[in-house]
């Protein structure tokens, strides 16, 4: 059973569950983009059957719903931070799927990010 339905979370619970949000999160936007890409039909018959399109609907609500439940226990200035961990994942993953560009300045707004997010992190820990 998912440990975010089971009681309160411990800080180190709530930052997994998080951290496990960025990863779905990113699946959610990746699917989004495979699906606006493949949409062939226009109006809303095309966004319904849109399988893609409606998995990443579909995990982006449930990664939300995840992390009202971690926001519940753990602090907000720790486990908010580590949502921009999505945008690490989509940039990664998003050349080798849609063959898009990594420039100079997308991989140091990822470096930067990551940075932000461990000094966040120890910051939060030795409080």
Not at 8 to 37: D, E, H, N, W, Y
Not at 97 to 114: H, Q, R, S, T, Y
């Amino acid at each position: 059973m998912l440990v975010f339905l089971r009681g309160p979370l411990s800080t180190r619970q709530s930052i997994g569950v998080v951290f496990l949000c960025t990863l779905i999160g990113a699946s959610a936007q990746l699917l989004m983009k495979a699906g606006a890409v493949a949409m062939t039909q226009p109006g809303v018959a095309g966004f319904l059957l849109n399988v893609p399109l409606m998995a990443g609907y579909a995990l982006y609500g449930l990664s939300t719903v995840m992390l009202i439940f971690t926001l519940r226990d753990g602090d907000l200035s720790i486990l908010y931070p580590i949502l921009a961990l999505t945008y690490v994942w989509v940039t990664v993953v998003a050349p080798v799927l849609f063959d898009e560009l990594l420039n100079p300045f997308k991989i140091l707004g990822v470096a930067l990010v990551m940075l932000g997010v461990g000094i966040l992190g120890r910051s939060g820990a030795a409080s």
